[in-house]
C-alpha cells in the first residue's frame, strides 16, 4: 500500500531524512520537494540506490514563502 507524508518544519530538522528512509527500488518513494538542498542532503546520507526515489522539486513561489516565514513555528 503507497504512504503520503506531508512534512513541515524548520529547515535541517531531518523531514526528508524521515520520508526517504526506507525507499527502496523494489519500492520506490516520489518525493515532491519544496525546500532547496533537502534532498541531496538526506540521499548522501541514506546512500539511496539508483530507482529508489522519483524525484521532483517545487520551489515554494515568493507570496508563500513570504507567508510561511511569518508563521510561527
Not at 520537494?33 to 546520507?45: I, S, V
Not at 529508489?52 to 513561489?61: G, L
Amino acid at each position: 500500500m503507497a504512504r503520503t507524508y506531508l512534512i513541515s518544519g524548520p529547515a535541517g530538522v531531518g523531514k526528508t531524512t524521515f520520508a526517504l528512509a526506507d525507499a527502496t527500488p523494489e519500492h520506490p518513494v516520489a518525493y515532491k520537494g519544496m525546500e532547496p538542498g533537502g534532498f541531496d542532503r538526506a540521499a548522501k546520507r541514506l546512500k539511496l540506490s539508483e530507482g529508489a526515489v522519483i524525484n521532483d522539486y517545487y520551489p515554494i513561489p515568493e507570496e508563500l514563502d513570504l507567508l510561511l516565514s511569518a508563521m510561527p513555528t
